[in-house]
Structures are given as structure tokens and as C-alpha cells.
């Protein structure tokens, strides 16, 4: 497609378990970033990739958060020991430049019971 | 105080109304972006400003770089302008959103 993608765009998931989270950019875009959006509130960031590494990870709330880009297109978000706290949708764009016009993917929704 | 500010918080208009959004910021920034996110829906860019003005279509923004204030404009609103507007401001490498707007046009 010609867009962003992000799968899943729906997972549910129990207290305490593993999530992954994939990222599709645009082709060609090599800068990366991950948001996360909690209900009524604006998107915060969490990591911007420029090619395969990770630029600024500054905004990942934990140590249990991370990210991966390893061949510079796709990226996957890892969350592990999840927490309610986490439930949110967390959304991914691309950009051709480090400063430039953000491509938003649709999100994925994550809700942790 | 957010770093991104955003007025006012929730907007209610009549068809055909002329809107404004505004947008102030407290950081250095290399570029401001007004963004529309429709309920449920992805985030659709709708401008990237430095300095100046930008329209499309019906759209305008503006930056006061100085002030540091952004405004978005809506011309002849209609109810398929109802969405949240996103202001958000990029920092060098991320970027900085504001709470948004949400906006309701009604017929």
C-alpha cells in the first residue's frame, strides 16, 4: 500500500503478558517515529528512528518498552510485562526527512485487562 | 505549563462559520504542524509551516514566529470539518503535540 500500516489495529491482552507492535512505512521514508495516544489526550512520543538506529529514545516510559527497526524500514514496538497503564492507542509515522511532513498510520489499539 | 498550548479546548460552530484554532508554543522549533484526526481515526497532516501563511482549499495557517503563535483557519466550515485539530511542534528530532481542538460543525 501506499500509506503507513500498522498491524494489529485491535489487540487485547492480559496483565503481565508480551506484546509486539509493527510498523510499515512508506517506502523510501527513513525516519521513523512511535506516539502514543491516551484517551482524550494528545499523542506523546516515545522513539524516532533515522534509518536503523534509534535516534532519540528518549520518550519510552520504561525500561520494559523497546523498539526495533533493524533493516531501516519496518519497525516492530515491544512491550513487555504489559500493564494496564499501557492500554492506549500507539501510532506510528514516517517522514522522507528528519524534518519533514509526518505520515501517520491508522494506530494500533491496545487495551491491557 | 504544556510546552504546546492549544485554544480553545473544544469549538462548536454553524455551518458555513469561520473558524479559528489557535496554537502558542514555548520552545525553539524548526517547524510548527497543524494535524486532523477524525473520531476513531488515523492523523491526516494538514500543514508544515516555518514562517508565513499556507492555504489549501479552505484551510489556512499562519505563524507569527516571534510570538510564537500559530493560527488555523477554516473558511465556509461544514460538518465534515468536525474532528480533533492537533498543533504540534517539531523540536528537532520529535515532535511536541498540543492537546487539541476538537471541533463540531453543525448543519
Known amino acids: 500500500g501506499a500509506g503507513v500500516s500498522q498491524t494489529p489495529s485491535n489487540k487485547v491482552t492480559e496483565k503481565g503478558k508480551y506484546v509486539e507492535l509493527r510498523c510499515d512505512p512508506i517506502?523510501?521514508?527513513?525516519?521513523l517515529y512511535w506516539y502514543r495516544q491516551s484517551l482524550g489526550q494528545g499523542p506523546e512520543f516515545l522513539i524516532y528512528?533515522?534509518?536503523?538506529?534509534?535516534?532519540?529514545d528518549s520518550g519510552l516510559p520504561n525500561d520494559r518498552f523497546f523498539a526495533v527497526r533493524p533493516e531501516g524500514s519496518v519497525s516492530t514496538l515491544k512491550i513487555q510485562r504489559t500493564e494496564r497503564g499501557d492500554s492506549a492507542v500507539y501510532l506510528c509515522?514516517?517522514?522522507?526527512?528528519?524534518?519533514?511532513?509526518?505520515?501517520f498510520g491508522e494506530g494500533s489499539r491496545l487495551t491491557v485487562l | 505549563k504544556n510546552e504546546v498550548e492549544q485554544s480553545p479546548q473544544n469549538l462548536t460552530a454553524q455551518e458555513g462559520e469561520f473558524i479559528t484554532i489557535n496554537c502558542s508554543y514555548s520552545v525553539g522549533i524548526s517547524a510548527l504542524h497543524w494535524l486532523q484526526q477524525h473520531p476513531g481515526g488515523g492523523i491526516v497532516s494538514l500543514f508544515m509551516?516555518?514562517?508565513g501563511k499556507k492555504k489549501h482549499g479552505r484551510l489556512i495557517a499562519t505563524i507569527n514566529i516571534q510570538e510564537k503563535h500559530s493560527s488555523l483557519h477554516i473558511t465556509a466550515s461544514h460538518p465534515r470539518d468536525s474532528a480533533v485539530y492537533i498543533c504540534a511542534a517539531s523540536n528537532t528530532d520529535k515532535l511536541i503535540f498540543g492537546t487539541g481542538t476538537r471541533l463540531q460543525v453543525f448543519p
Open positions: 528512528f533515522q534509518g536503523t538506529g534509534a535516534a532519540d
Open positions: 517506502s523510501g521514508h527513513t525516519a
Open positions: 509515522a514516517s517522514s522522507p526527512l528528519s524534518v519533514g511532513e509526518l505520515f
Open positions: 509551516l516555518s514562517s
